[in-house]
């Protein structure tokens, strides 16, 4: 089983809770329906005269059987009164304590079903630690591991950034080379594609177009270096849908099926993408090639912003997105723009900005290898600075958003399924990052207690149990523990 492919529903309802901010006021809404008047027969009015009071109204009419006739009406009722279900968050909103929070989580932690658990759970407001167990040994943390990936894009490339393919002017007349600029995202069928403000195939066909005839396509993959797999990956989950080889010019992740997040995938992404652009510009089948140096830019597109496609790749837990990210995480911070490098740059990036990575090691950077091994502690460790109530440390600002790019539970990404049952408590309460691998299953993310404090928490199983039915659900339980804890 691979990476959270069973949990997503087609076009989730995205939610926003009360964590992505402080002290911020819900917005109000009453809607009503007015219903449609009918006709007044003939026979009895033949015309009306109506004079009204804002209140205590009197209606005079006029009917053809005479004089005029007072009516009485009574003033309208007073507004409704609108108790809103959502409460602002605040620092100011009573603490939990390590008792308190002890108290909620022995019994959802003792559950069989979880088998060996590791975790934390934190109050980033005060920094305090609440909950531990065995927080820093390392564990497998399959796509949880997404957050760190996140949180060093967040921290080092600008959110504004995008990731731009061009076609290039090739060195003989009629040629044109595409060069792959690291976006995986590009839709080869508008209006089918998993990722917002995705960039189209036709868009960049028509451009090329516009500047002449073409004969023949080539494509340049030299944005990236080393393996497309990644360490201890399986090939088996190219037609899974977990993931698609890694390289720098590709359509819709690979997927074979776009409208699908858990889509299987071709083995051969570039080739079959440069294809396609072949066939609708009207040229035989594409060929590697490389682009010459000061070519002429003949057409371009550009994915979504950074910021944007963080918030995708954790939505949807999606493999090939995180690791083109951390490839441009790598070219940013001077490193080779592989596997080895993109990890090498993560980690560079968050102990730069003082996180420690004691006991951290990875080898990917969407978690999909089974031998990545990180502790619980590392992972809030991120989601506390990110979820501080001020923003006095600078490093809060630029995490901020990874609070919303996490799944709201029962309401959006991998987390739209879940939460029923015994978690039901923590519906639209939590927000968190998945992960699921072969006998490991993850949960990391912030959650608003009762009384309106925000806490964080990550946990992390090892169980041979079934996850669907028994794993998981026994994780939500403990986050949604949290959600009821109101343990000051």
């Known amino acids: 089983m691979r990476q959270d492919a069973s949990v997503r529903q087609e076009e989730p309802v995205r939610e926003t809770l009360p964590v992505s901010g402080y002290d911020e006021e819900p917005e109000d809404r ?26 205590g109204a009197t209606i005079y009419a006029v009917n053809e059987f005479g004089g005029p006739a007072a009516v009485e009406t009574k003033p309208p009722a007073p507004p409704a009164n609108v108790q809103p279900l959502v409460k602002a968050a605040t620092a100011g909103a009573p603490a939990a304590t390590p008792q308190g929070v002890k108290g909620v989580l022995t019994g959802p932690a003792g559950n069989a079903n979880l088998g060996t658990l590791t975790g934390s759970v934190v109050d980033p407001a005060s920094g305090t630690a609440l909950w531990q167990q065995g927080d820093t040994t390392p564990a497998t943390p399959a796509s949880s591991l997404k957050v760190l990936t996140a949180a060093a894009a967040l921290l080092s490339l600008e959110k504004t950034d995008q990731l731009s393919t061009k076609v290039v002017q090739g060195a003989e007349p009629g040629t ?135 918030d995708n790749m954790m939505q949807i837990s999606d493999n090939v997105l995180t690791e083109a990210i951390a490839r441009e995480i790598a070219i940013k911070s001077g490193n080779e723009p592989s596997f080895a ?46 979820a501080k109530p001020t923003l006095d440390d600078p490093r809060t600002a630029k995490l901020r958003p990874l609070l919303t790019a996490l799944p709201v539970a029962g309401g959006s990404g991998t987390l739209a399924g879940r939460y029923g049952g015994s978690a039901a408590g923590g519906k639209g309460w939590v927000r968190a990052k998945t992960g699921t691998l072969t006998g490991v299953n993850a949960l990391a993310g912030v959650v608003v207690d009762v009384d309106g404090r925000v806490l964080v928490f990550a946990f992390m199983s090892a169980s041979n149990r079934n996850p669907e039915l028994e794993v998981r659900p026994a994780l939500d339980v403990m986050a949604a523990a949290l959600r009821g804890c109101g343990c000051s």
Do not use: C, H
């Open 30 to 55: 009453l809607t009503t329906d007015e219903p449609k008047k009918g006709r007044k027969p003939l026979a009895v009015v033949l015309s009306l005269f109506v004079v009204a009071a804002l209140a």
């Open 176 to 310: 044109v080379v595409i060069v792959g600029g690291g976006d995986p995202t590009i839709s080869g069928t508008p209006g089918s594609s998993v990722y917002p403000g995705a960039a189209t195939l036709d868009d960049l066909v028509n451009q090329v177009k516009a500047k002449g005839a073409v004969t023949k396509v080539q494509f340049d993959l030299s944005r990236y270096a080393g393996e497309a797999l990644g360490p201890q990956w399986e090939t088996a989950d190219i037609a899974g849908g977990s993931v698609a080889p890694i390289v720098p010019f590709m359509l819709d992740g690979g997927r074979l099926d776009p409208k699908k997040d858990v889509s299987a995938r071709t083995g051969s992404p570039a080739q079959s993408a440069a294809d396609a652009f072949a066939q609708r510009i009207g040229a035989p089948g594409a060929t590697a090639g490389t682009a010459p140096a000061g070519a002429q830019v003949l057409g371009e597109i550009k994915s979504a912003p950074i910021e944007q496609l963080v």
């Open 341 to 386: 490098g993109g990890v090498k740059a993560v980690r560079d990036v968050l102990t730069k900005n003082g996180f420690d990575l004691t006991g951290a090691n990875f080898v990917d950077g969407s978690g999909l290898s089974a031998t990545n091994k990180i502790p619980a502690k590392l992972l809030t460790d991120v989601l506390a600075v990110a």
